[in-house]
């Protein structure tokens, strides 16, 4: 199968064509790109699963263009689900509802909830619109790997696998969305991202986070899965000082490593090779994937600096552990 990477309202409208015909399209979101399908048919969903080769006992996210969609996808939307609609939607954000019998089973893993998520890009919003049904889709890589923030990483995973990848630049925010339970009277939060615990706080009053040990047991049936894996060893360094004595440790060895710092680590470096992942966290989150991707290729080690903090510093860093596989230096 060709696979094209097309731009523009040429791309949307043969994209909306694709879906509409029972294909797989891959479209650009603020957070990651997505792998998308018509929610409400089986047979056209089950073939993101082959494109990406996922156990089918993983749900998908179901993405749609305005608030009225939600309602269809599930059984009841209460004063709390309002609230944090009406604060966070668009936006990356997914909120876990009972679902209603529209959403198909193999949506949803078997589970009686659903994930549905309204993305605050314009593209993604106008695509899922001119498609007139709800998208499943996940990140768009290939089970396992490090999920796409641009249409190269997307082909890089799916050429041959899917005819269209609608490209519409780099996506801003960089690691995917929030994922909220709001099944309960206190929602949890299953994955964190960009929507952090102290924004939800603002509007919600209570919510369950968990730390690692937690995390293991979350009944996100994604988070078993070794995700955002890099081919080559990535450990997570505590300072930059602990950066350093690593990086010179591995390079004696005769290993190629390359350090992963913010803006404000540079000077200490002297000469050693580096990525800058940015100023500020917001930054750091928009590159760290595209780090992670495009590095694997260029060297045998990667270092990438702590930033740990309870904002999105530790949604970044909660990605970039698992990279690691929760190794520290
Ligand atoms: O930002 C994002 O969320 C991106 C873009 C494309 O929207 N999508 C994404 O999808 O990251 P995916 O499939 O790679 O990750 C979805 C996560 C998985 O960990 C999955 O287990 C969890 O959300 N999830 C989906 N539906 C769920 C449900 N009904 N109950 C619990 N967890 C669910
Ligand atoms: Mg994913």
Same mark, same amino acid.
């Given at each position: 199968? +060709? ?10 409208l043969?994209?909306? %064509?694709? /879906? @509409?015909n029972? #294909? *797989? ?85 078997? +589970? ?13 919003? %106008?695509? /899922? @619109?001119?498609? #007139? *049904?709800?998208?499943?889709a ?42 909220l ?17 102290k ?38 360094a @505590? ?32 000469n050693?090779?580096y ?19 495009d ?23 909660n ?5 690691s ?5």
């Open positions: 199968m +060709l696979t094209e990477i097309l731009k523009g309202q040429s791309a949307i043969k994209g909306a %064509d694709i /879906i @509409k029972g #294909g *797989v399209v891959a479209f650009p979101t603020e957070t990651v790109y997505g792998l998308g399908a018509n929610a409400l048919n089986e047979s056209c969903v089950k073939k993101i699963y082959e494109a990406k080769g996922r156990p089918s006992d993983n749900p998908l996210i179901v993405h749609v263009a305005s608030i009225d969609d939600i309602k269809p996808l599930v059984t009841e939307i209460n004063d709390l689900h309002r609230k944090l609609i009406e604060k966070f939607m668009p936006g990356p954000i997914t909120l876990i509802f009972k679902k209603s019998d529209l959403v198909p089973c193999v949506v949803s893993a078997g +589970l009686q909830t659903v994930g549905v998520r309204m993305p605050k890009n314009d593209i993604a919003r %106008d695509f /899922i @619109k001119e498609c #007139g *049904v709800p998208i499943a996940p990140s768009a890589n290939a089970s396992t790997r490090v999920s796409p923030t641009t249409a190269e990483h997307v082909y890089e995973d799916m050429n041959g696998r899917i005819p269209l990848i609608i490209d519409g630049g780099k996506s801003n925010v960089g690691i995917e969305s929030t994922v339970d709001v099944t309960g009277d206190i929602p949890i939060i299953l994955r964190p991202g960009a929507i952090t615990p924004m939800l706080l603002e509007v919600i009053g209570e919510v369950k986070t968990f730390n690692g040990e937690i995390l293991k047991s979350a009944p996100a049936p994604g988070m078993k899965y070794k995700h955002y894996a890099p081919i080559v060893p990535t450990v997570v @505590k300072n930059i000082d602990s950066l350093i004595k690593e990086y010179d440790r591995l390079v004696e060895k005769g290993i190629n490593v390359l350090a992963l710092v913010r803006d404000c680590d540079i000077e200490k470096l002297g050693r090779n990525v800058n992942l940015g100023k500020n966290d917001d930054e750091v989150c928009s590159n760290i994937y595209e780090a992670l991707r590095n694997e290729k260029v060297c045998d080690y990667m270092i990438c600096i702590d930033l740990e903090d309870d904002g999105l510093g530790s949604s970044i860093m990605r970039v552990n698992k990279a596989g929760g190794v520290k230096v």
